[in-house]
């Protein structure tokens, strides 16, 4: 079955950019999506990118996919406290069934 | 406003008494689904329905129940709730198309004593 697996905790300095990484094993996955949980709150859709294309870039925002490893990388420059969150990488399957959920990477800034 | 509203936001009950929580959506989505957020273990889908009367079991839908009645609505139902299923739930939905993401409720925090 599909699995996405993210590593758990990123600590940065504010400032700095942070890279937030995610594996996925299903092959037909045509949408990946990366979401932001806020302490107390539901999920916010960040940014998704369709598995077609090699990058995606919205503000601070740089979506990389690597389809060949299966790999798919947020990264956040210039990252700030409000940052500070739990990111989710997902993948939605080509029959638009199911969407398959990594653990969650929490980031933290320091100051 | 577009938004997905459960309710209740928090609960905490006995073991073995009913529960449902409901949740709703006002953009004439097809696709509904439940997760349930633990930690360590992201989010684990429950159930999800592609349209009205029809639903799908996800990957950890033992001890739920869910019916989709109307398209709006999406309640999850606990018959007899035990204190494993304390967990953070969260009910999210989309347009049934591929490219479009879920969007999510606020979350309803369980706790089963």
């Known amino acids: 079955g599909e699995d996405v697996e993210q590593s758990l905790f990123l600590s940065v300095r504010e400032g700095d950019s942070s890279v937030i990484n995610c594996t996925y094993t299903?092959?037909?996955?045509?949408?990946l999506y990366w979401y932001k949980q806020e302490p107390g709150a539901g999920l916010q859709l960040l940014t998704y990118?369709?598995?077609?294309?090699d990058m995606k870039q919205d503000q601070r925002l740089t979506v990389l996919l690597n389809k060949k490893d299966k790999h798919l990388s947020l990264r956040i420059a210039d990252t700030q406290t409000g940052d500070s969150a739990i990111y989710f990488c997902?993948?939605?399957?080509?029959?638009?069934?199911?969407?398959?959920f990594g653990p969650g990477t929490r980031l933290s800034v320091l100051p | 406003e577009a938004q997905v509203t459960q309710n209740p936001r928090y609960l905490i009950t006995v073991t073995g008494k009913k529960l449902t929580v409901t949740c709703s959506q006002n953009?004439?989505?097809?696709?509904m689904s439940w997760y349930r957020q633990d930690p360590g273990l992201g989010l684990r889908q429950i159930y999800y329905?592609?349209?009205?009367?029809?639903?799908d079991k996800g990957d950890v839908p033992e001890g739920y129940k869910v019916s989709r009645k109307e398209k709006r609505n999406f309640p999850l139902i606990l018959e007899s709730p035990s204190p494993n299923q304390t967990s953070l739930y969260f009910c999210?939905?989309?347009?049934?198309?591929?490219?479009?993401?879920?969007?999510f409720g606020d979350g309803t925090r369980l706790s089963i004593l």
């Open positions: 999210a939905s989309s347009l049934y198309r591929g490219n479009q993401p879920q969007h």
């Open positions: 299903d092959s037909s996955s045509t949408y």
């Open positions: 990118i369709f598995s077609n294309m």
């Open positions: 997902a993948e939605r399957a080509r029959d638009g069934q199911n969407f398959v």
């Open positions: 953009m004439n989505h097809e696709y």
């Open positions: 329905s592609m349209n009205v009367e029809v639903t």
